[in-house]
T-cell receptor, first 116, second 111 residues
Framework: NAGVMQNPRHLVRRRGQEARLRCSPM?????VYWYRQLPEEGLKFMVY????????ESGMPKERFSAEFPKEGPSILRIQQVVRGDSAAYFC??????????????FGPGTRLTVT | DQQVKQNSPSLSVQEGRISILNCDYT??????FLWYKKYPAEGPTFLIS?????DKNEDGRFTVFLNKSAKHLSLHIVPSQPGDSAVYFC??????????FGAGTRLTVKP
């Protein structure tokens, strides 16, 4: 059973470009969470999704950021018109339906976004 | 708004000794606490958790202690092993809502 997969592992974008980060949850998991880790800081919650639904996006910046988890395919975190401050490690986690939002989450290896 | 704080960015311990990682929180409504371990270039992995109705939970070499009155929890690793060297994140949640993470403590266990 493969773990949570994220790609790409490293992504370099110039200011103003778009960044697309993908996350495939563990098999059987229907809940996906995105976190951002800035240098020297902990993980910050961004968004919580279930299949085809955004449940909680209270941690997402109001502009330029969006997320989706379609019926088929991976979850996508999209950042439009990236700025240098978007440089961070972005982690995706998944959990089974029964674990609750605060239950044990399984994390992917992360995508390190660098904006030049 | 840093609701979960890990004030020690790093800790160095000799192999075989006890490692104690500390975590403080400000939200008295938190009712579930977790510790995650993270190796370089990998995502965090769940280590151990504790509900606010308990004050101790033990799993092998790992024990988490919760002091609700002090809003403090700690992770004890004994005996420490070089493979325990990693960054440890404390996390907390309220009423099954989203987790809030601390900034992490980098543990180095020297052989």
């Amino acid at each position: 059973n493969a773990g949570v997969m994220q790609n790409p592992r490293h992504l370099v974008r110039r200011r103003g470009q778009e960044a697309r980060l993908r996350c495939s949850p563990m098999k059987g998991h229907s809940h996906v969470y995105w976190y951002r880790q800035l240098p020297e800081e902990g993980l910050k919650f961004m968004v919580y999704l279930q299949k085809e639904n955004i449940i909680d996006e209270s941690g997402m910046p109001k502009e330029r950021f969006s997320a989706e988890f379609p019926k088929e395919g991976p979850s996508i975190l999209r950042i439009q018109q990236v700025v240098r401050g978007d440089s961070a490690a972005y982690f995706c986690a998944s959990s089974p339906q029964t674990s609750g939002r605060a239950g044990e989450q399984y994390f992917g290896p992360g995508t390190r976004l660098t904006v030049t | 708004d840093q609701q979960v704080k890990q004030n020690s960015p790093s800790l160095s311990v000799q192999e075989g000794r006890i490692s104690i990682l500390n975590c403080d929180y400000t939200n008295s409504m938190f009712d579930y606490f977790l510790w995650y371990k993270k190796y370089p270039a990998e995502g965090p992995t769940f280590l151990i958790s504790i509900s606010s109705i308990k004050d101790k939970n033990e799993d092998g070499r790992f024990t988490v202690f919760l002091n609700k009155s002090a809003k403090h929890l700690s992770l004890h690793i004994v005996p420490s092993q070089p493979g325990d060297s990693a960054v440890y994140f404390c996390a907390a949640s309220e009423n099954n809502n989203d987790m809030r993470f601390g900034a992490g403590t980098r543990l180095t266990v020297k052989p």
